[in-house]
């Protein structure tokens, strides 16, 4: 059964950083992509980073250039560096995980939280101006 746990949220000011760790563990890491998603509320659940079986990535357009997900496999654990961080960054960010063959297309799959089986509770991001 796999397990996720985020960690790394807070707040920051307008222009500054943080990096949200996801500890995996009850899995085997490489069978299973990877995503980060948003979340505020009244809104959908929106897909910021994912990164697949071969370490493909890939991003969101509202934050290209500013955020980066990468992944230890040794420590079983998700990252996603954010920079230059935005007030409309605040949000809830949860990390999730999904069992995906070679019949997953990650490239047209990665953003949508219904293709995922495995979700963190999440942690919160407030970025002040």
């Known amino acids: 059964q796999v397990q996720l746990a985020e960690s790394g949220g807070g707040s920051v000011q307008a222009g500054g950083s943080l990096r949200l760790s996801c500890t995996v563990s009850?899995?085997?890491?490489?069978?299973?992509?990877w995503a980060w998603f948003r979340q505020v509320p009244d809104k959908e659940r929106e897909g910021v980073a994912g990164?697949?079986?071969?370490?493909?990535?890939l991003s969101a357009d509202s934050v290209k250039g500013r955020f980066t997900i990468s992944e230890d496999n040794a420590k079983g654990t998700l990252y996603l560096q954010m920079n230059s961080l935005k007030p409309e960054d605040t949000a809830l960010y949860y990390c999730?995980?999904?069992?995906?063959?070679?019949?997953?297309?990650?490239?047209?799959?990665?953003?949508?939280?219904?293709?995922?089986?495995?979700w963190g509770l999440g942690t919160q991001v407030i970025v002040s101006s």
């Open positions: 009850g899995y085997i890491h490489s069978t299973y992509c």
């Open positions: 990164i697949n079986r071969a370490g493909l990535t």
């Open positions: 999730a995980a999904v069992a995906c063959g070679a019949s997953w297309n990650f490239f047209s799959r990665w953003a949508y939280p219904d293709e995922y089986d495995y």
